[in-house]
């Protein structure tokens, strides 16, 4: 199908261009220019990120009364902390006074929120506490009317908190669907579920944030170019990739919105990543455990920009063991073409210290800035935003291809009947429908339709 | 001429060196100049507020936490062409100064420095800066320095580099 083009102007209009993403399921394609586009851009702060459910951070982040960190939703700043009654909120960063942001620290541990411009000051909670000079100069201020504004929903999922900035949105629960079946197998595979070292590592790239939230939905067939150096050296033991006959792969497409791609060892009970004994029946299924006690690589994004990652991996394959670890991703939109990394490693919060420590070297010497499999994705990722972006790439309606295993493209089959996960599954790692599932939400979220398929079908 | 004097002058020396051959990517002949224990952190710096108890480098939190063995997977890595984050190479520049000796032991000197380093890479004019202080111990093997411990303490909390495919 053609673009509609605007009568003043050459170049397709951003109406147009989200329009034609809503064909994705016919066409397998969308204009590459959603990938660096002012105009999109602005639109996606409007629609995606005040509509739908953003990752904040993780509880365990902020485990004592008063613990906090700055936080992003989209452009908007937010205080993510532990308030005095030990209760999680979610405050908007901009002071009731003039409106300056309270917070000047990324992360710390404070009793109030003092603002720097003027001193009004606010406890954990949110509550205006202090104004100076408030006898003299404000005596009819009600400061009960001027905490700092929440957002308009909060709520947590196995530890990993959320916000929306929409009070009509549906629930988390919701919005997270049968998903969750999916979620649960890397967040409640082990008592006491999942902690997060350290604090997350933060870089900046040069590219559109959905290109790596449509990324770790499961390109797997990009595994075997990018990252072929990483292959070829046993990082990722080829018998477990994406290439290896061992491994049984599956694909879960509209699910909620959100997509993933699993790969397991169907013939061994377990799999090796995480310690054997750390696995428990209590917060899984059968089929559930089954399935996490088995998985060798896994990749998925909840929409818009929460991804994770768990894979079997090893950056030193002549003298270490092949560990798994936890990788959770936030897509910050910065700008058309410029996305912020932020990346946590998060491991089983009952295992030993030794085992943490393991799983969190093997996660950052992996998947990080440094992560000598990930490296190879940055370096590639630019480029896309480059030509998306490109006067004549957006002339000549360049469409990015994700066609893979669809319909007469290949013998992929849909076992959905078969496999004991919601969604709709695929036995194959190399079919597209986890990305048509992303950009199926996106159009959903741009078009003002909320994200949930039972009411946007 | 002092004996502090000279051993600054060949702590200069193996440094510099050190900087030439992460330069010119001679990869192999760095990781001969490291100890087989040899202890390589970047810790992650986190943006606190004056005054704060707690150090602003994270105690667990890391960009590079690596030994000789992952360091040699690394560069074993760069060897390949399919390793597209160095292919085209980084072209860098290492400009290391206000070497400091602070400890000496029969075998070991602790030598603080800083680090600027430049990249560029591919068909742009974009380039990345990477500022920081080096915490480094120098261990005399066999008459010469060989690097047993680096702490690179870098001078921004996010980075302004879409990945780190090279050593500080």
Redesign the interface.
């Known amino acids: 199908m053609g673009i509609e083009r605007n009568t003043t102007n050459s170049m397709p209009a951003a109406a147009d261009v989200i329009e034609q993403v809503g064909s994705i399921k016919e066409t397998g394609t969308i204009p590459s220019q959603i990938h660096n586009d002012d105009e999109i851009h602005q639109l996606e702060l409007e629609r995606v990120f005040s509509d739908t459910w953003v990752l904040v951070g993780h509880e365990s982040e902020i485990p004592e009364p008063g613990d906090y960190a700055k936080r992003y939703i989209g452009d908007s700043p937010f205080i993510f902390v532990r308030d005095d009654t030990g209760e999680v909120q979610v405050l908007f960063d901009s002071c009731q006074h003039r409106g300056t942001t309270v917070v000047?620290?990324?992360?710390?541990n404070t009793s109030y929120f003092r603002c720097p411009y003027h001193n009004w000051t606010y406890d954990t909670t949110g509550e205006l506490v202090g104004v100076p000079h408030k006898e003299e100069f404000f005596k009819e201020l009600d400061t009960c009317e001027y905490a700092l504004d929440s957002a308009p929903q909060v709520d947590s999922y196995r530890g990993l908190v959320f916000a929306c900035l929409s009070a009509d949105a549906p629930s988390l629960e919701e919005y997270l669907g049968d998903f969750t079946w999916y979620l649960d197998l890397h967040l409640q595979f082990a008592d006491g579920g999942m902690e997060v070292?350290?604090?997350?590592?933060?870089?900046?790239?040069?590219t559109n944030w959905k290109i790596g939230a449509d990324n770790f939905t499961g390109d797997s067939y990009h595994t075997l170019?990018?990252h072929?150096?990483?292959m070829?050296?046993d990082?990722f033991p080829p018998e477990l990739s994406a290439a290896g006959a061992e491994r049984t792969p599956a694909d879960i497409t509209e699910c909620s919105g959100h997509s993933c791609m699993l790969a397991y060892l169907e013939n061994q009970e377990y799999a090796g990543g995480y310690p054997e004994d750390i696995f428990t029946d209590t917060h899984l299924s059968d089929d559930q455990l089954r399935l996490a006690k088995r998985l060798v690589s896994s990749v998925g994004t909840v929409f818009p920009n929460m991804s994770f990652l768990q894979m079997n991996l090893n950056?030193?394959?002549?003298?270490?063991e092949v560990t798994a670890f936890l990788n959770v991703r936030k897509w910050q939109p910065v700008g058309p073409k410029k996305t912020?990394v932020w990346n946590w490693i998060l491991v089983p919060r009952g295992a030993s210290e030794e085992f943490k420590q393991r799983a969190?070297?093997t996660g950052?010497?992996t998947f990080?800035?440094?992560g000598?499999f990930?490296?190879?994705d940055?370096?590639?990722?630019?480029g896309i935003a480059e030509a998306a972006g490109s006067t004549f790439g957006k002339k000549i309606g360049r469409e990015s291809n994700f066609q893979m295993g669809v319909g007469d493209m290949s013998d992929s089959d849909e076992i959905s009947d078969e496999f004991p996960g919601p969604g709709e599954v695929y036995g194959t790692n190399f079919e597209d429908g986890t990305m048509q599932t992303f950009y199926q939400s996106w159009y959903r979220a741009m078009t003002g339709q909320h994200i949930d398929p039972e009411d946007s079908q | 001429m002092s004996d502090r004097f000279e051993l600054r002058l060949q702590c200069e020396e193996f440094l510099y060196r050190e900087a030439e051959f992460l330069d010119d990517g001679r990869l192999h002949d760095w990781l001969e100049l490291l100890t087989d224990d040899v202890e390589y952190r970047v810790p992650r710096r986190v943006t606190r507020e004056r005054g704060s108890e707690e150090s602003e480098f994270s105690d667990d939190g890391f960009h590079y936490r690596e030994d000789l063995g992952t360091l040699r997977t690394r560069v074993k890595r760069f060897d390949r062409e399919y390793a597209w984050a160095e292919n085209p190479p980084s072209r860098t520049r290492r400009f290391v100064s206000n070497v400091r000796v602070e400890e000496t032991s029969d075998d070991e000197v602790r030598v603080k420095s800083n680090l600027l380093l430049y990249r560029n890479q591919g068909d742009t004019t974009d380039s990345d800066l990477l500022v920081g202080e080096r915490h480094d111990t120098l261990r005399r093997v066999d008459g010469s320095f060989k690097l047993a411990q680096r702490e690179v303490q870098l001078d921004q909390t996010i980075l302004d580099t879409r990945n780190l495919s090279f050593f500080l």
């Open positions: 000047r620290a990324e992360q710390g070292v350290g604090e997350p590592i933060r870089w900046e790239i040069d170019a990018t072929k150096s990483a070829d050296l990082i950056p030193d394959p002549e003298n270490r912020q969190y070297d950052i010497g990080s800035v440094a000598n990930e490296v190879d940055f370096a590639v990722w630019d």
